[in-house]
């Protein structure tokens, strides 16, 4: 028995020649990386795992390591094509050989990587995600969420370290409009296996405290990339669509739009984009509050306007009419003034035909005037005799006439009939 | 009287400009009118460019 026996060293060597037997290719594997951790010389170690899709329980596991001088080339490669650093928690397509060390045991060494999997992976799993936000009906529910006016309380998601949130904060509280912004962090880890249930954490206390805020910000400081799998993750996404007040995303991610981008109400590139978006709303407040006023003092001057063109047509009427009337007036009194002189010289023509008529009567019948036509007058004593009982025989009377007086003696002295008549008239 | 918030505020505001705007508001009317919709864009004015320090104290608070 005993000379049957191997050590374990001679065990282990026979393992890893029949390994490199049967498995001296190289082999290009899927697998989900895990546990990625470089090291000082540059080697890069890690942990290749496969998940029961339906459980997410690891159904395999292998040891895997990336040697430097491949690691260093790999990374930026992977790096550039994705977007996203080589790290934990991928979906992996690499080509690796297989050894066996009789200290170390079973490990996969890393040649190369197929980054185009990578990415399809991640769109993927995004897309799976998405569809199941679509099926639970909350994909777009922040998206649906109007931004109050004024949007300027911004509860803040980020790592207080982090330059991007300085940026943010620089930016929105200098503005050049001088809008107001209150802004309140809500720090948490924004990189890594914990950033996820950290992110969770923060939109809770937000959701805590949602009256005091307008809107929330996610953001993370620009710099090199970083893992974006919290960013996709299922977890953060629901918590984000469902969220009451509008979230603005700014990760920080020029490459692609995260899942948190797509279920966020508005997706900014940079922290210093998310600012430049809430000075932009802020100023678009303040215009909408300028036009209302612009509106109110033009309609309430052209108001203003008619109402004085109104008096204005209105006194000028008064006046048109006043002098009108004045006019009216001032012709009738000159006419009443004409007509008056008119009346008043007819009526001393009148006056004065009536004088001259009364003046020929007068003449007519002045003594001279009746003499002239025939008529004497008799005068006794020097007076005029008008009747016979005046008269008596061998009075001595004066008959007067045109051209003068006879001096006679009464002889004898008649009366007439009409004697009666005589006296009177 | 209630408390004026940016949006009731808002909305007293564009009702009055639209009273304005229709033209048929009378002239005594309208001098009370301007007088409110001037101190209702007064409020808004401040509401965005003046730092409550009440309410950052507020935020400043939370923990």
Known sequence: MFDKSLSLTELNYRVRDAIRDHLPDTYWIRAETSDVRPNRNGHCYLEFIEKDPARQAIVAKARGVIWSGVFQMLSVYFEQETGQPFTSGINVLVRVSVDFHELYGYSLSVTDIDPSFTLGEIARQRQLVLKQLEEEGVLTLNKELTLPEPANRIAVISSPTAAGYEDFRDQLLKNQARLVFYTKLFPAIMQGDRSEGSVIAALEKIFHYKELFDAVAIIRGGGATSDLSCFDSYGVAVHVAQFPLPVVSGIGHERDVTVLDMVAHTRAKTPTAVAEFFINDGWKTFSDLIGLQDRMVSASEAIAMKEQNLLFSLSKEVVHQSMRLLQKETAGTQQVTATMGHALKQHLLQQSHLIEKREQFVQMVSPQNVLRRGYTLTLKDGKIVTSMQDLGVDDTIETRFRDGISVSRITGLRTSDNSQEKKQS | ?63
Do not use: W
């Open chain 2, 1 to 63: 009287m209630e408390k004026l918030t940016y949006n009731s505020a808002k909305k007293e505001l564009e009702t009055i400009v639209l009273a304005i705007e229709s033209g048929e508001m009378d002239v005594d009317l309208l001098t009370e009118k301007v007088k409110r919709a001037s101190q209702l864009i007064a409020f808004c004015k401040e509401k965005l460019t003046k730092t409550e320090k009440e309410l950052q104290k507020i935020l400043d608070d939370i923990v």
